[in-house]
């Protein structure tokens, strides 16, 4: 196995700072970057514009679940960055809002629709020489990633920095609302049934709390090159 044959998983709670790091690292290493969040938030944002989610916030889960054939995610690489594709359409923005936050652990806990997005990530992660983020990562995706890291911080930096960067898009939002949101979904991600956040036993885990952007790049760089130095 060579360098440029790695899969590497980067999970951890929302937040985190994973989607960030692993975009980074990707780039630096010139691998392909999978953002698995962005497909539950995709999946979220089509249950929404169907009516599938009720005012009160209970899914209508049969509609959705029979409906997963029609979904089809892709990402395309633009000057901009990496956007996300939905039924072919840019939904990068419209996936990132607090309102899809809002319901999307509700629908990443049905089984059908982990099933069908593992299934797609691993299609996606065949040709390995890929960095994929997300919550299951490491432990049911690929749990063969020769390289695993779990993402940590506080739920009050993380809320932090997930208000920042709302408020930095123009949405008119409280860091109150925006830290409600990470603990409870902090709470669905670790209790649900099917595949439960958890770091996986063979992951090198970081808290980068107090970390800055360029701490936390020189860290991931370092960690890669003493794994694939031993290879």
């Given at each position: 196995?060579?360098?440029?044959?790695?899969?590497?998983?980067?999970?951890?709670?929302s937040s985190s700072g994973k989607s960030t790091m692993a975009r980074r690292l990707a780039k630096a290493i010139g691998y392909r970057?999978?953002?698995?969040?962005?497909?539950?938030?995709?999946?979220?944002?089509?249950?929404?514009?169907?009516?599938?989610?009720?005012?009160?916030?209970?899914?209508?889960?049969?509609?959705?679940?029979s409906a997963l054939p029609e979904i089809?995610?892709?990402?395309?690489?633009?000057?901009?960055?990496?956007?996300?594709?939905?039924?072919?359409?840019?939904?990068?923005?419209?996936?990132?809002?607090?309102?899809?936050?809002?319901?999307?652990?509700?629908?990443?806990?049905?089984?059908?629709?982990?099933?069908?997005?593992?299934?797609?990530?691993?299609?996606m992660g065949e040709s390995k020489g890929i960095?994929?983020?997300?919550?299951?990562?490491g432990t049911m995706v690929f749990p063969q990633a020769e390289l695993k890291i779990f993402c940590d911080a506080s739920a009050e930096k993380r809320a932090e920095r997930r208000f920042k960067e709302?408020?930095?898009?123009?949405?008119?939002i409280t860091y109150e609302e925006v830290?409600?949101?990470?603990?409870?979904?902090?709470?669905?991600?670790?209790?649900?049934?099917?595949?439960?956040?958890?770091?996986?036993d063979d992951a090198v885990r970081l808290d980068n709390s107090e970390m800055t952007l360029e701490e936390q790049d020189r860290w991931l760089l370092d960690l890669f090159r003493r794994k694939t130095a031993g290879l």
């Open positions: 196995m060579n360098s440029d044959n790695l899969i590497i998983a980067i999970d951890g709670y970057y999978i953002d698995s969040g962005a497909m539950y938030r995709a999946v979220t944002l089509y249950a929404m514009q169907h009516g599938f989610i009720a005012a009160d916030g209970s899914i209508d889960k049969a509609a959705l679940v089809k995610i892709d990402f395309k690489v633009t000057p901009d960055g990496q956007r996300t594709q939905l039924n072919d359409k840019d939904v990068e923005d419209e996936i990132r809002t607090l309102e899809v936050s809002a319901h999307v652990s509700p629908i990443a806990t049905i089984a059908e629709v982990r099933r069908a997005l593992v299934k797609m990530q691993r299609d960095v994929m983020d997300g919550r299951d990562i709302l408020t930095e898009k123009g949405q008119s830290l409600a949101n990470v603990v409870s979904r902090d709470h669905i991600d670790e209790t649900r049934d099917e595949s439960p956040l958890r770091c996986a």
